[in-house]
């Protein structure tokens, strides 16, 4: 039985260092090519493993702490960058 049950929990963490070690970004994440060249708050080139989702367009940022920033931004604050993108 304990064999079972530390196999299951050497699964279950493959599983989970897999999933992360896929994924380059943190949640509301997208693969997809952003659709602005630079970060919406620093005005920075944009990093391509560095982008979130929102409205269904990828938003690229130049690092995770401005990626952060974004994500905790009000609804009306992220529609106001997300309009001034170039």
């Known amino acids: 039985m304990k064999q079972i049950l530390r196999s299951a929990l050497a699964s279950t963490v493959f599983l989970l ?3 992360c070690a896929g994924t380059s970004n943190s949640s509301g994440s997208s693969t997809a090519a952003a659709m602005n060249a630079n970060c919406p708050l620093s005005g920075e080139k944009v990093d391509p493993a560095c982008t ?3 409205e269904g367009k990828t938003v690229g ?3 995770n702490n401005c990626k952060g920033k974004f994500e905790a931004m009000s609804a009306t604050d ?3 960058k997300v309009a001034n993108m170039k």
């Open 17 to 19: 260092i897999a999933a």
């Open 52 to 54: 979130t989702s929102y």
């Open 78 to 80: 992220k529609k106001t």
């Open 61 to 63: 940022f130049c690092c």
